[in-house]
T-cell receptor, first 116, second 110 residues
Framework: DAGVIQSPRHEVTEMGQEVTLRCKPISGHDYLFWYRQTMMRGLELLIYFNNNVPIDDSGMPEDRFSAKMPNASFSTLKIQPSEPRDSAVYFCASSVVLSWANEKLFFGSGTQLSVL | GDSVTQMEGPVTLSEEAFLTINCTYTATGYPSLFWYVQYPGEGLQLLLK?????DKGSNKGFEATYRKETTSFHLEKGSVQVSDSAVYFC?????????FGKGTKLTVNP
């Protein structure tokens, strides 16, 4: 299995531009998560999906952020318009079931986003 | 809400040194506890876990014991290797979400 695949690995953009991050979860995993990692706040859960349906988006920082999962093998996280404070590493993760107490999450390699 | 606090890094050790990375948690109820590791350029991967008090998780020479009385889950390894250089994350998994600490960067020099 190729694991969770994210693209691009690095993204540099200017303030105000739209940014789209992509994720392909592991086949057969029903849950998909988007995390953001910063020095100040560590690893934060932004949103997660079950069977392509958003379940909890309470971590999405503001309306500039949106996430979709049109099918079981693809998800996007979009920032429009982007701001310098959005600069971070964005991780996608997937799991077979949801059991926060037991389940192992499989993470992608992340997208390093820099907004100038 | 639930939270995890781990020692700030970076931590720099020589090969074969003893490693301890402290982690404490606050949670309602009795969460499961995890250590994830992030090698350079890669995503996080599960290193070990413990699901109840006094359980010891272990993997690749690393160990951590779930201490309910001190709400701690410290990571230890008796003899680190250069290949252990990575960022280590402590996490707490309860009924509502998985909460991560901010991570501790470990560098092991030959």
């Amino acid at each position: 299995d190729a694991g969770v695949i994210q693209s691009p690995r690095h993204e540099v953009t200017e303030m105000g531009q739209e940014v789209t991050l992509r994720c392909k979860p592991i086949s057969g995993h029903d849950y998909l998560f988007w995390y953001r990692q910063t020095m100040m706040r560590g690893l934060e859960l932004l949103i997660y999906f079950n069977n392509n349906v958003p379940i909890d988006d309470s971590g999405m920082p503001e309306d500039r952020f949106s996430a979709k999962m049109p099918n079981a093998s693809f998800s996007t996280l979009k920032i429009q318009p982007s701001e310098p404070r959005d600069s971070a590493v964005y991780f996608c993760a997937s799991s077979v079931v949801l059991s926060w107490a037991n389940e192992k999450l499989f993470f992608g390699s992340g997208t390093q986003l820099s907004v100038l | 809400g639930d939270s995890v606090t781990q020692m700030e890094g970076p931590v720099t050790l020589s090969e074969e040194a003893f490693l301890t990375i402290n982690c404490t948690y606050t949670a309602t109820g009795y969460p499961s506890l995890f250590w994830y590791v992030q090698y350079p350029g890669e995503g996080l991967q599960l290193l070990l876990k413990a699901t109840k008090a006094d359980d010891k998780g272990s993997n690749k020479g690393f160990e951590a014991t779930y201490r309910k009385e001190t709400t701690s889950f410290h990571l230890e390894k008796g003899s680190v290797q250069v290949s252990d250089s990575a960022v280590y994350f402590c996490a707490s998994g309860g009924s509502e979400k998985l909460v991560f600490g901010k991570g501790t960067k470990l560098t092991v020099n030959p």
